[in-house]
């Protein structure tokens, strides 16, 4: 539905004021009955009572990030380019702001160049972190200048035994507001994966579905150091496995600098946006990561539009293995959108 928003106001020095708001951080613990109320003790009896921890970020939709974005994307429009306020921000372009979130001193990173757990996710004895996939519903568009609050809560912690040893997995839901109607913009999902043993295990993973023989649109993306290294940087995104190829292979033991799953959930969501049919308007998406890309090999982001008003996009690797007429790998990447 149209949501009435008030002027948007183009005077540096309210931008200014909004900057400053969004370096103020809430975090709101959780207390738990269970132990002596220290946070040591309560990872220790159970990372589950981690369930309903928040925190509240402020940031304000800035032009230059936005064209910052823009051309890190390997498809971008001249008009993304050059911003102005009041454009409508492209999902899930939205991941470049509250970066703010990881601005800490490097003695609060681990050695991976992460955060280290326990400052908002459960601190876990286990040394790989991943990014599972995530689920995002879109309510009103995000626009460039937009004052946003968004609201970040824990809401599913869950140890399991899998195939490549034991794992945690970690649900985070994340609200996003605009501060000045307080109307919600956008809710979202995130889903986290800590994974014990080394980077080998990946390769442990159950291989993924076979991506389509065909497609309405295909795109052959090649992720160099370039494109992870600035990605990185608009995310504010330390984790060393993206950009510090001798720490990828050497310590974490992968084949080389693993692609964000962020980025290719950014790609395929790009897909969409190419696909989306004329007058319509996207309400959900929705993606999982099945195994990790790698700056290895080159993998191909695609989709197809379904007639009742669904997006199915994928993504994989290139290989040469052949089924027929056409190259069918197993599936990195698979996401849903769907279309009123």
Same mark, same amino acid.
């Given at each position: 539905?149209?949501?009435?928003?008030?002027?948007?106001? *183009?005077?540096?020095?309210?931008?200014?004021?909004?900057?400053?708001?969004?370096? !103020?951080?809430?975090?709101?613990?959780?207390?738990?009955?269970?132990?002596?109320?220290?946070?040591?003790?309560?990872?220790?009896?159970?990372?589950?009572?981690?369930?309903?921890?928040? !925190?509240?970020?402020?940031?304000?939709?800035?032009?230059?990030? /936005?064209?910052? $974005?823009?051309?890190?994307?390997?498809?971008?429009? @001249?008009?993304? %380019?050059?911003?102005?306020?009041?454009?409508?921000?492209?999902?899930?372009? *939205?991941?470049?702001? +509250?970066?703010?979130?990881?601005?800490?001193?490097?003695?609060?990173?681990?050695?991976?160049? &992460?955060?280290?757990?326990?400052?908002?996710?459960? !601190?876990?004895?286990?040394?790989?972190?991943?990014?599972?996939?995530?689920? $995002?519903? +879109?309510?009103?568009?995000?626009?460039?200048?937009?004052?946003?609050?968004? /609201?970040?809560?824990?809401?599913? /912690?869950?140890?399991?035994?899998?195939?490549?040893?034991?794992?945690?997995? /970690?649900?985070?839901?994340?609200? @996003? +507001?605009?501060?000045?109607?307080?109307?919600?913009?956008?809710?979202?999902?995130?889903?986290?994966? &800590?994974?014990?043993?080394?980077?080998?295990?990946?390769? $442990? $993973?159950?291989?993924?579905?076979?991506?389509?023989?065909?497609?309405? %649109?295909?795109?052959?993306?090649?992720?160099?150091?370039?494109?992870?290294?600035?990605?990185?940087? %608009?995310? &504010?995104?330390?984790?060393? #496995?993206?950009?510090?190829?001798?720490?990828?292979?050497?310590?974490?033991?992968?084949?080389?600098?693993?692609? *964000?799953?962020?980025?290719?959930?950014?790609?395929?969501?790009?897909?969409?946006?190419?696909?989306?049919?004329?007058?319509?308007?996207?309400? *959900? &998406?929705?993606?999982?990561? #099945? !195994?990790?890309?790698?700056?290895?090999?080159?993998?191909?982001?695609?989709?197809?539009?379904?007639?009742?008003?669904?997006?199915?996009?994928?993504?994989?690797?290139? @290989?040469?293995?052949?089924?027929?007429?056409?190259?069918?790998?197993?599936?990195?990447?698979?996401?849903?959108?769907?279309?009123?």
């Amino acid at each position: 539905l149209p949501m009435l928003l008030p002027a948007r106001p *183009h005077s540096p020095f309210v931008a200014l004021s909004r900057s400053l708001a969004a370096a !103020r951080t809430l975090f709101h613990h959780r207390r738990s009955v269970a132990g002596n109320g220290n946070d040591g003790d309560r990872d220790a009896v159970d990372p589950r009572l981690w369930i309903g921890h928040k !925190r509240e970020l402020r940031d304000v939709v800035n032009p230059g990030r /936005v064209s910052c $974005m823009s051309a890190t994307l390997s498809a971008c429009k @001249t008009r993304e %380019l050059n911003p102005e306020i009041g454009d409508v921000v492209p999902p899930p372009w *939205h991941w470049s702001l +509250f970066t703010h979130e990881q601005a800490v001193p490097p003695n609060q990173l681990g050695e991976d160049g &992460f955060l280290k757990p326990g400052e908002f996710l459960p !601190r876990a004895a286990l040394p790989h972190l991943l990014w599972g996939g995530c689920s $995002m519903s +879109f309510y009103h568009p995000i626009h460039v200048g937009d004052p946003l609050r968004r /609201v970040d809560t824990v809401v599913s /912690v869950e140890p399991k035994q899998g195939r490549t040893g034991k794992l945690l997995l /970690v649900g985070v839901r994340q609200e @996003t +507001f605009h501060e000045t109607t307080g109307a919600q913009l956008m809710g979202e999902k995130q889903d986290f994966v &800590f994974q014990g043993g080394n980077g080998k295990a990946w390769k $442990m $993973m159950p291989e993924g579905p076979r991506a389509p023989l065909t497609s309405d %649109l295909a795109i052959t993306i090649v992720p160099d150091p370039i494109l992870l290294f600035r990605f990185s940087a %608009l995310t &504010f995104n330390a984790h060393r #496995i993206h950009y510090d190829r001798p720490y990828a292979v050497e310590v974490e033991g992968y084949p080389g600098l693993m692609v *964000h799953g962020e980025l290719t959930a950014t790609l395929l969501l790009d897909i969409v946006r190419r696909l989306k049919p004329a007058g319509a308007t996207l309400t *959900h &998406f929705e993606c999982r990561a #099945i !195994r990790p890309l790698f700056d290895t090999t080159p993998f191909v982001v695609a989709g197809k539009v379904s007639q009742h008003g669904q997006c199915e996009v994928w993504a994989s690797p290139v @290989t040469d293995e052949k089924n027929g007429a056409g190259i069918v790998p197993p599936m990195a990447m698979r996401g849903w959108a769907l279309f009123e």
